[in-house]
T-cell receptor, first 112, second 112 residues
Framework: GIQVEQSPPDLILQEGANSTLRCNFS?????LQWFHQNPWGQLINLFY???GTKQNGRLSATTVATERYSLLYISSSQTTDSGVYFC??????????????FGEGTQLTVNP | KAGVTQTPRYLIKTRGQQVTLSCSPI?????VSWYQQTPGQGLQFLFE???????NKGNFPGRFSGRQFSNSRSEMNVSTLELGDSALYLC???????????FGSGTRLTVV
């Protein structure tokens, strides 16, 4: 099946710093989402971005589908940005329905 | 509009028992998927239902089953619980699958 690799696995920042999280995937996708998992376990959808670039406030994301990677940018980080960020993809080859394959996540810690 | 609702939020069960978890999708969403999250295995796909039919299934034993009702609400059942079934179970809904999923807050199951 499709493989998803996220880097870095851990990231520690000072408040106000910028960061870039990367997601590489091994096959063509028809779905790519970035999630932030809050301390209570809920996956908060940040972006649905199988291709192109999107921005939402301090967050933006870019997916280059032809090169099989996606980037999540966090600018002017805040302590509330702390948590685990997941990239999840749906393989284009899934002909019946769709399943998301998740990366192992990036644990982000933002210190005051 | 209301999000994806999962009940109960927490459960403690004994080995050998069975458990049923419930998921109410966003109104109008017809696809419901289930995921298991454990520290060792990460987030893994269990199954997907669309219009009351199981459309996709992950690599889990037959003890894990599910169903979807005509109102799109879904239940998953785990029979003969094992200690290793302790996990956060997450439900996600989508209008038709493959175009972006919204997750619920999850059910945290502990098997003792």
């Amino acid at each position: 099946g499709i493989q998803v690799e996220q880097s870095p696995p851990d990231l520690i920042l000072q408040e106000g710093a910028n960061s870039t999280l990367r997601c590489n995937f091994s096959d063509s996708v028809n779905n790519l989402q970035w999630f932030h998992q809050n301390p209570w376990g809920q996956l908060i959808n940040l972006f649905y971005i199988p291709s192109g670039t999107k921005q939402n406030g301090r967050l933006s994301a870019t997916t280059v589908a032809t090169e099989r990677y996606s980037l999540l940018y966090i600018s002017s980080s805040q302590t509330t940005d702390s948590g685990v960020y997941f990239c999840a993809v749906g393989a284009l080859k899934e002909t019946s329905g769709s399943r998301l394959t998740f990366g192992e996540g990036t644990q982000l810690t933002v210190n005051p | 509009k209301a999000g994806v609702t999962q009940t109960p939020r927490y459960l403690i069960k004994t080995r050998g028992q069975q458990v049923t978890l419930s998921c109410s999708p966003i109104s109008g969403h017809r696809s419901v998927s289930w995921y298991q999250q454990t520290p060792g295995q990460g987030l893994q796909f269990l199954f997907e239902y669309f219009s009351e039919t199981q459309r996709n299934k992950g690599n889990f034993p037959g003890r894990f089953s599910g169903r979807q009702f005509s109102n799109s609400r879904s239940e998953m059942n785990v029979s003969t619980l094992e200690l290793g079934d302790s996990a956060l179970y997450l439900c996600a809904s989508s209008f038709r699958g493959g175009n972006g999923y919204t997750f619920g807050s999850g059910t945290r199951l502990t098997v003792v």
